[in-house]
């Protein structure tokens, strides 16, 4: 079945630097691609919507400027967390449907951001 | 706008128990349905879907039918296993390109031996 990579699993980083998450969609292609952050024990919270070669659609109080979303190919969308804070630590997931009417959305493994 | 709305958790229950989480939803137009399972750690696996009313999902001994008269999606199995310790989630898709799954807040589902 199809795939999404999601890359790293794991980052620890330190107060005030930037960190590089990847999502890539390994046997098909994706024109959008979805970024969600999970808080512990709740529910996903859609961050953003990714589109290749656009700039990224970003919900209600997600700060653009903090999260850097690039889809500069179709099997690949990074989300970038700029001078991060503790606040920050979180389960991030993103996701890609690989067919265009929708009916099945595939989900990286996830990464678990810890700032310190 | 659509919206999922789940049973809230934590379920707990004993080897072989009977399971259900109640999901209904609302929508403006004709969504897909989805039943997603997260264990510790992990990012989401699809647990099983429907795609139209009356459509019925399974898997894994799990299954779930779209109901549209009304407007649910519960998720049932007839005899759990530890190993089916987990969040589950139900999720709408407004079946619109470009447009993100809806999810509900995820029911933590423990079993015991």
């Known amino acids: 079945g199809a795939v999404v990579s999601q890359h790293p699993s794991r980052v620890i980083c330190k107060s005030g630097t930037s960190v590089k998450i990847e999502c890539r969609s390994l046997d098909f292609q994706a024109t959008t691609m979805f970024w969600y952050r999970q808080f512990p024990k709740q529910s996903l919270m859609l961050m953003a919507t990714?589109?290749?070669?656009?700039?990224?659609?970003?919900e209600q109080g997600v700060e653009k400027d903090k999260f850097l979303i690039n889809h500069a190919s179709l099997t690949l969308s990074t989300l970038t967390v700029t001078s991060a804070h503790p606040e920050d630590s979180s389960f991030y997931i993103c996701s890609a449907f690989r067919d265009t009417l929708n009916t099945e959305a595939f989900f990286g493994q996830g990464t678990r951001l810890t700032v310190v | 706008g659509d919206s999922v709305t789940q049973m809230e958790g934590p379920v707990t229950l004993s080897e072989e128990a009977f399971l259900t989480i109640n999901c209904t939803y609302t929508?403006?137009?004709?969504?897909?349905l989805f039943w997603y399972v997260q264990y510790p750690g992990e990012g989401l696996q699809l647990l099983l879907k429907?795609?139209?009313?009356?459509d019925k999902g399974s898997n894994k001994g799990f299954e779930a039918t779209y109901r549209k008269e009304t407007t649910s999606f519960h998720l049932e199995k007839g005899s759990v296993q530890v190993s089916d310790s987990a969040v589950y989630f139900c999720?709408?898709?407004?079946?619109?390109?470009?447009?993100?799954?809806?999810f509900g807040k995820g029911t933590t589902l423990s079993v015991s031996s």
């Open positions: 990714s589109n290749e070669g656009s700039k990224a659609t970003y």
């Open positions: 999720a709408l898709s407004p079946n619109q390109a470009g447009t993100a799954l809806i």
């Open positions: 429907a795609t139209k009313a009356d």
């Open positions: 929508a403006t137009g004709y969504p897909s």
